[in-house]
């Protein structure tokens, strides 16, 4: 016995480090189970990854040093919204910005400014810069909503893969998702919404009293458990929403309400026997997101430099009904001339083209009456409907005639979505009609199971996306990136960058970007209650020293500066709480702008690549 004593201490790491081993190995085991089981649905995600990556590869060779050529001023405030939002990281954050519009400051809620985009992503922003985070979320955000899709077409619908596939295709790559790809970070993170309707239909089998059990038989009443999770679940998906966009959340709203009309009035049986169980469930969910977002939402409306209304007029934003058999300048069968049947090219929403829309129709004939089917006809319908405006617009010319949107115009929250987005719903619900039909088929034996995925192939041929144009862009100053500024003003001050950024001009707020919004800056682009008696508007009033510079930059005429120009100065200074302007050395017109600024605010330091006034 006196031998043993010496080993026993010894054996007992032994016996724990080959414990730790078998876990592990078992660990690994069932990894690599699942993933040769799941090796398809695998592919198909690295697949619209790879396509991802390759219709926005013209960013990344150098995220800081180029940018969306179609969209670049949108690009720049989104990178600012990336940077704001990545403070949160560092606790300090608020809904109320005072780094933009100084002394006023920007309200975020009121604004499309991603917070849990950039909340999630701020270790990216603080490492390698809100361009890369900004590059990242422009192809993710197309990947993702694919894969998402993908997941509810073969596990909520039990599609065969290959009808799956292809309808994730189109929800994440079709012509609206590709254009909104251009700057329109808050329109394309549409990963949740497939998330959203699980949990909608998830709720409504729970509410089914007539549902099966696992063993055949009918259940005896709503499944109170499953109807509680997925109300929880939906209530924190829409939360996450609004903070990603709350534009998308609407759309889905709309959708899915009509989709139930229709659901209702194919199938009343389901209707009669689950409306009580799923009215309580989504009374639960609505309850629960309320106690989350009543803040944010009052914030938003009432709070500080709030907005209560919409800026953008629904008769200019209208999509042109000639557009949706028009095929996107985006794709790969696209030509320039369509560009004109739209606000620009961030908005092609509507470009189905006559190939698809054929074959979706013919394909929601041939799948007959199911409800699901219904539902989604009529929801396309509805939404595309809506899209039209208050007016129609053909070919450019708008008619006399109504549209549908004059009956909703003006409401609460609805003025608040551009017509044409509307569009953006029937993608998703054009997408389900064509997996329906495909998977059909792929479960037939005669020749209709390869007469409906060619068919679908060849109208979605046409619409293959090519990559978004991408374009140089001027450095940020040395004086920012160096972390220069820090000798002209504290972090948390005002710089004064020179010209003021505007909404048409935003690229001096690349240098609050770049510098992970370390300081503030007066005037720039977003949305704030500027409009008359206090409505939203994009931007703000200009100062007369900001409009003094801004001529100046425009023309490059150095005007005669007397003592009221410099008392001016001093006053418009004193407002924006500021503690220092700067001039970088490259800036068009710079020799005039620094003898007007000298002027001003008296002789200039130079300090790397600015030239910089302490007031």
């Known amino acids: 016995m006196s031998s043993a004593a010496p080993t026993a201490p010894d054996a007992v790491p032994d016996q724990a480090v080959h414990s730790t081993e078998r876990a592990l190995g078992a660990r690994l085991a069932r990894l690599r189970a699942a993933a040769a089981r799941n090796r398809t649905d695998l ?38 919204f990336l940077a704001v939002d990545a403070r949160a990281l560092l606790g300090d954050f608020g809904l109320l910005s005072d780094r933009l519009n100084a002394p006023d400051g920007v309200n975020l809620m009121a604004n ?15 490492l390698l810069g809100a361009p890369v985070t900004f590059a990242v979320l422009a192809a993710g955000n197309l990947a993702g909503t694919a894969i998402a899709w993908y997941l509810l077409f073969t596990r909520t619908l039990r599609a065969r893969r290959l009808a799956a596939g292809l309808g994730a295709a189109v929800c994440g790559f079709g012509p609206g998702m590709v254009s909104q790809s251009n700057s329109h970070l808050h329109m394309t993170a549409q990963w949740l919404v497939p998330v959203i309707v699980w949990l909608v239909i998830r709720m409504l089998r729970a509410a089914d009293p007539g549902r099966a059990d696992g ?3 009918g259940s005896t009443g709503p499944d109170r458990r499953r109807l509680t999770t997925s109300a929880i679940g939906l209530a924190a998906a829409v939360t996450a929403q609004v903070f990603i966009g709350e534009e998308v959340l609407f759309l889905c709203a709309v959708t899915l309400l009509v989709m139930a ?12 026997r689950a409306l009580p169980g799923f009215a309580g469930g989504m009374a639960l969910a609505t309850g629960l997101a309320l106690l989350a977002l009543a803040g944010p939402l009052w914030f938003q409306f009432a709070g500080p430099q709030g907005v209560a209304d919409g ?17 996107s300048p985006l794709s790969l069968a696209g030509g320039a001339e369509a560009a004109r049947l739209t606000t620009g090219p961030a908005e092609y929403n509507t470009f189905l083209g006559w190939p698809l829309l054929t074959v979706t129709v013919g394909c929601a004939f041939w799948l007959g009456r199911r409800p699901l089917v219904v539902a989604c006809v009529a929801g396309a319908l509805a939404m595309g409907a809506l899209s039209l405006g208050p007016r129609l617009v053909l070919d450019g010319d708008r008619t006399a005639l109504p549209g549908p949107y004059a009956l909703i115009a003006g409401l609460p929250v609805v003025d608040g979505a551009l017509p044409m987005r509307f569009a953006l719903a029937v993608l ?9 039909a495909v998977d059909r088929a792929l479960r037939d034996t005669g020749q209709v199971r390869r007469l409906v995925p060619a068919l679908v192939g060849a109208a979605l041929l046409p619409l293959v996306p090519t990559p978004l144009p991408t374009a140089d862009r001027p450095p940020v100053p040395e004086f920012i990136t160096a972390g220069h500024w820090r000798q002209c003003v504290e972090p948390g001050g005002v710089l004064v960058p020179v010209p003021l950024p505007t909404p048409k001009d935003p690229w001096p707020m690349r240098w609050a970007a770049a510098a992970d919004a370390g300081f503030g800056i007066p005037e720039g682009f977003f949305i704030g209650p500027y409009g008359r008696g206090g409505t939203a508007a994009m931007g703000t009033y200009k100062q007369p020293t900001s409009a003094l510079l801004a001529e100046v930059a425009k023309r490059g005429l150095q005007p005669a ?20 302007v700067a001039l970088a050395v490259d800036t068009p017109h710079a020799e005039s702008l620094r003898g007007t600024l000298e002027q001003l605010y008296g002789p200039a330091t130079r300090i790397a690549d600015a030239w910089i006034w302490r007031v």
Request: hydrophobic share 50%; proline share 5%.
């Open 43 to 80: 592919l198909v995600g690295l697949l619209f990854v790879a396509l991802a990556g390759w219709l926005t590869h013209g960013l990344w060779p150098d995220p800081t040093g180029r940018t969306l050529a179609l969209n670049p001023e949108d690009q720049a405030l989104y990178e600012w």
């Open 112 to 126: 499309t400014s991603v917070i849990a985009l950039g909340v999630l992503l701020a270790p990216v922003t603080l």
């Open 215 to 217: 063993d055949g038989a």
């Open 261 to 272: 009309v229709g659901y209702a009035v194919v199938d009343r049986d389901l209707a009669r």
């Open 311 to 327: 800026m953008f007029s629904p008769d200019y934003f209208s999509a042109d009904l000639r557009s949706w058999w028009s095929i």
């Open 428 to 436: 998703p619900l054009t997408a389900t009609l064509l997996v329906l």
């Open 561 to 580: 500066i007397g003592d009221e120009q410099r008392q001016q100065a001093k006053k418009d200074a004193d407002f924006w709480g500021a503690s220092c």
